[in-house]
T-cell receptor, first 112, second 113 residues
Framework: SQQGEEDPQALSIQEGENATMNCSYKTSINNLQWYRQNSGRGLVHLILIRSNEREKHSGRLRVTLDTSKKSSSLLITASRAADTASYFCATDANQAGTALIFGKGTTLSVSS | NAGVMQNPRHLVRRRGQEARLRCSPMKGHSHVYWYRQLPEEGLKFMVYLQKENIIDESGMPKERFSAEFPKEGPSILRIQQVVRGDSAAYFC???????????FGQGTRLTVV
């Protein structure tokens, strides 16, 4: 079944640095969404990018989508300790009536 | 507009008991999704429902698990005769329609003892 795969599995950076996480998927999609999950908590929706979009910004977040390579990246600029969390990409199949399928996530640690 | 509400937040059941997990979607959302998450892992899709209909249950175990989303009231994920392997966090998400943002609840952490 279709699945997003995040890369790297884990990322450790210092405050102020940028963090880049990548996601690859297998089949055509209608949109791709990024989520954040703090340890033991629910998922927070970060951003949705549609298949006809190439880039989207939200605050310190920048998401790109390359449908020819079936990949997306999430860039967090000027990271903060509070950005420490797991980040997941989720894709739908380009077909009505399908649910979001999640990758295994990237665990980001930002140290001060 | 309250977010997706799940209850209980924590549930402890003995082996063989039943677990009932409830999810109230965001106002105006008619699509509900259930996911299971084991420690240090991603979310595994279980079932997708719209009001009174199961759209996709391909991720649901064939036995002991069932889900419903009645015309009135919350969506219910029901696990009968729980076993230790059912211990996990169960998340519910809702969306307004296909291809729109899905918003998640805080999850129910089920522990089977």
């Amino acid at each position: 079944s279709q699945q997003g795969e995040e890369d790297p599995q884990a990322l450790s950076i210092q405050e102020g640095e940028n963090a880049t996480m990548n996601c690859s998927y297998k089949t055509s999609i209608n949109n791709l969404q990024w989520y954040r999950q703090n340890s033991g908590r629910g998922l927070v929706h970060l951003i949705l990018i549609r298949s006809n979009e190439r880039e989207k910004h939200s605050g310190r977040l920048r998401v790109t989508l390359d449908t020819s390579k079936k990949s997306s990246s999430l860039l967090i600029t000027a990271s903060r300790a509070a950005d420490t969390a797991s980040y997941f990409c989720a894709t739908d199949a380009n077909q009505a009536g399908t649910a979001l399928i999640f990758g295994k996530g990237t665990t980001l640690s930002v140290s001060s | 507009n309250a977010g997706v509400m799940q209850n209980p937040r924590h549930l402890v059941r003995r082996r063989g008991q039943e677990a009932r997990l409830r999810c109230s979607p965001m106002k105006g959302h008619s699509h509900v999704y259930w996911y299971r998450q084991l420690p240090e892992e991603g979310l595994k899709f279980m079932v997708y429902l719209q009001k009174e209909n199961i759209i996709d249950e391909s991720g649901m175990p064939k036995e002991r698990f069932s889900a419903e989303f009645p015309k009135e009231g919350p969506s219910i994920l029901r696990i009968q005769q729980v076993v230790r392997g059912d211990s996990a966090a169960y998340f519910c998400a809702s969306s307004e329609q296909d291809y729109t943002e899905a918003f998640f609840g805080q999850g129910t952490r089920l522990t089977v003892v």
